[in-house]
């Protein structure tokens, strides 16, 4: 009989699952290094540290259960290559998240925490914590993935007006909630009275509330944040806050925590010490959840939170292995071309590629397209379900036959309101090198390079010259340039590889000078 080592306490109706189909022992105080390797699966909370060392050290290992959200404390980078799922539960705290951020939006509109603090300590203070009302006003929801469209839930239950923006929600999902879909982040900011925040922490969206975005939002606004402590700049906030500017802020999660910096001195702000997953629902559904992820695993299932790649047999992987970290480029690359929201993506395998089980290419694609987009880790199981969520249609095809290389792997990519896009590419050398093959209906050769610029333009001479001229001009290295036309010769494509991201003022100039659709792509 399997056997599952229980490293940290989890629910009484989990254990029992596991029970009921596995030899279960609830050991945590032996030292682990010296009983993982007896185990099949292992399942933790936060405090465990699952070192490379000590899953090098579990021989017997299928199976990591994370009775949580983070995977911080897994190398799963490790475990994927020891062929060890690792799965989380990240549902597990979508409701008490969002009644975590509803408490804090009640609390900050009424001084409940100033009042009560102040009538604990003896002063009757009725005058000066007067609040607002929360009917009628308008939250704004940035990040309308699964918690922040819970929480609108609840405010449109309380009688206000939601309005919310994620580039990577279909439509409908907003209809269906009753609340208004932003066209952008700056369109939020500039008619919320309470702000929330539930994107992911990328570096795109690292302090992407700051002194800018803060200006542009109403005078005596207030901001709520229960997702990760990062996504605001808190100096920034202190300013606004003691300026007037904001009229408040509830906080339950820091750049850095514990948290002692000066947010803790403005009477405007409350806070709370990272208690948004902090329920007893909350940390017994995390139980239950990893208990039926073990299962699956061990007996042949499907992973559903599975945070790592699937497992292919050694020779598959040793065909598809080096096309995955291509379909990712690729992914990346069509939905920037294409420039909106996808409503489509194709993933097409041309040539022996196409005898293999090519949905690791599918899911390596769909990384690339969500890439700082969603706040959860794609995987072969979840992407199908991530993209139907966002109101997108996944399709895989796979062809026999390969025109110009043996193998090609092409990404299609039609967005919201405009016109498919494609791209193609394939592998070269040992190494092996990524080169793109096609784009925009293209034939074209070039190696994919972390940094790239693509544009079309009337075929006409001296295009090549005023290019490299601009770019000289503005101190920027092209590292690599491909030219392709269409037969006709009336219009041209140009991809440049450079060495560094060139400036805003770059890319302003070449659209200035007639390259309108210019567009600057970071592949990694």
Request: charged share 25%.
């Amino acid at each position: 009989m399997m056997r599952v080592l229980v490293r940290e306490s989890i629910a009484d109706a989990g254990i029992a699952l596991l029970r009921s189909k596995f030899e279960v022992d609830e050991d945590q105080t032996s030292p682990i290094e010296a009983i993982i390797g007896d185990y099949d699966a292992i399942v933790i909370r936060s405090a465990t540290k699952l070192t490379a060392e000590l899953i090098d050290a579990a021989t017997n290992l299928k199976m990591i259960g994370r009775a949580g959200v983070g995977v911080d404390n897994v190398d799963v980078e490790a475990a994927t290559r020891r062929g060890i799922v690792v799965a989380n539960a990240p549902e597990s705290t979508v409701v008490s998240a969002a009644e975590q951020t509803v408490g804090l939006l009640v609390a900050l509109a009424r001084n409940i925490p100033q009042a009560h603090a102040a009538l604990k300590q003896g002063r009757w203070e009725r005058s000066k914590w007067g609040g607002i009302e929360l009917e009628g006003k308008t939250l704004g929801v940035l990040g309308f993935g699964r918690i922040g469209q819970q929480v609108a839930r609840r405010a449109i239950g309380l009688g206000m007006q939601v309005v919310a923006y994620d580039p990577f929600v279909a439509d409908e999902r907003f209809r269906e909630l009753g609340v208004d879909h932003a066209p952008s982040e700056d369109a939020v900011l500039g008619v919320a009275d309470f702000l929330t925040l539930h994107s992911p922490l990328t570096d795109e969206t690292r302090g992407m509330i700051n002194r800018e975005s803060i200006g542009k939002m109403k005078d005596g606004a207030r901001l709520v944040n229960a997702a990760r402590g990062a996504l605001v700049d808190e100096e920034a906030l202190a300013e606004a806050l003691t300026s007037g500017k904001l009229a408040g802020a509830a906080l339950d999660v820091f750049s850095a925590e514990p948290y002692d910096g000066p947010l803790l001195g403005i009477d405007s702000v409350v806070v709370t010490p990272h208690l948004a997953a902090s329920t007893d629902e909350a940390q017994d559904r995390a139980g239950v959840i990893i208990a039926e992820q073990v299962c699956a695993a061990l007996e042949g299932g499907l992973v559903s939170n599975a945070v790592n790649i699937p497992i292919v047999d050694k020779a598959s992987l040793e065909i598809l292995g080096p096309f995955v970290p291509l379909a990712a480029r690729l992914g990346r690359l069509a939905v920037e071309l294409a420039g909106g929201r996808p409503r489509r993506v194709v993933v097409s395998a041309h040539g022996p590629l196409a005898d293999y089980d090519t949905r690791l290419l599918t899911v390596a694609a769909l990384d690339g397209i969500f890439q700082g987009r969603v706040d959860q880790v794609v995987n072969y199981v979840n992407a199908s379900l991530l993209a139907a969520e966002r109101g997108i249609t996944v399709s895989e095809e796979r062809l026999r036959g390969s025109r110009d290389y043996t193998n090609i792997v092409e990404v299609r990519v039609t967005p919201e309101g405009g016109e498919e896009v494609e791209v193609s590419g394939t592998t070269i050398g040992p190494e092996p090198r990524l080169f793109l093959a096609s784009a925009y209906g293209f034939g074209i050769d070039i190696e994919l390079a972390p940094d790239m610029v693509f544009f079309r333009y009337d075929d006409v001479p001296g295009v090549i010259g005023k290019v490299g001229t601009l770019f000289g001009s503005n101190g920027a290295n092209i590292a690599n340039m491909a030219v392709s036309r269409t037969r006709d010769g009336q219009q041209a494509l140009m991809a440049l590889s450079v060495d560094e991201p060139p400036s805003e003022a770059l890319i302003d100039e070449m659209h200035n000078v007639g390259f309108g659709d210019a567009i600057f792509i970071e592949l990694e």
